[in-house]
């Protein structure tokens, strides 16, 4: 019995802890644009191995992420992109792989390249890094086409200076990455977003629920302590059991 109570109080003491540090993800990235809160859970899991499947251990699960919308922020910048739902830009992650974000505060390098605020390079509609030539004014439409007028010509003079690389997806078809980057789940391939998939000018915050995750670390921690107690009552318990047949 005492061995039952203190596998329990164990096993609910782990899970609490790796929630506790999801929630800090989470917490951590409030004010990240695009970011999607992980979603998290508990659930029974047989535990495996010789003897008797009687046993059944709590375990925490990544659910995956949230697909609520973040607050958008008009900011007016040429190149700060909000997407709509279930639109994800592409990028090239460090590893050369295709993955994808809602982050939309895209940067220029000197050379031209269109990057990331984290300076990953974004990916065109051909599937190759994009680059901007030298231009007056850019703007980038609803469906993702960039267009300039370049440097030198008149305000008449507008060109097509590429196309952003926009799929569409649920957040059930994204796996996270350990990089914060989203992939397609294995076996999924990924429809290219049709019609207006972005607002421009403006971003889309993080969809953290600030307040919410504050709550739940405090019921986390409260959890986390009980079973702590809980593991201090049963070695007691054990300790003094063990006292008594030694006393016989």
């Known amino acids: 019995m005492t061995d039952r109570a203190l596998y329990i109080a164990m096993t609910g003491a782990s899970a609490n802890l790796q929630a506790q540090a999801s929630v800090s993800h989470n917490l951590a990235n409030a004010d990240t644009t695009g970011f999607q809160a992980t979603l998290d859970g508990t659930v029974a899991a047989p535990v495996t191995g010789p003897g008797l499947a009687s046993r059944v251990a709590v375990e925490h699960r990544v659910l995956g992420v949230s697909g609520a919308p973040g607050a958008l922020q008009q900011t007016g910048g040429a190149l700060d992109i909000a997407l709509h739902a279930d639109r994800w830009l592409a990028v090239q992650a460090s590893d050369g792989s295709t993955a994808y974000t809602r982050a939309g505060d895209l940067r220029l390098t000197p050379n031209g390249l269109l990057t990331t605020a984290s300076g990953l390079p974004v990916l065109g509609a051909d599937g190759a890094p994009l680059a901007i030539p030298p231009y007056q004014s850019l703007h980038i439409g609803g469906d993702g086409t960039i267009s300039v ?12 200076a590429g196309r952003l690389q926009l799929v569409q997806a649920d957040t059930r078809t994204l796996v996270r990455g350990d990089d914060g980057l989203m992939r397609a789940a294995p076996g999924v391939e990924l429809p290219r977003a049709a019609g207006t998939s972005l607002t421009t000018g ?25 079973q702590v107690r809980v593991l201090h009552a049963t070695d007691e318990n054990a300790r003094s059991a063990n006292a008594l047949l030694t006393a016989r």
């Open 149 to 160: 007028v370049p440097q030198g010509q008149p305000a008449s003079t507008i060109s097509e």
């Open 202 to 226: 403006a971003l889309e915050g993080s969809n953290v629920d600030a307040t919410g995750a504050l709550v739940s670390m405090i019921q986390l921690a409260r959890a986390f302590e009980m």
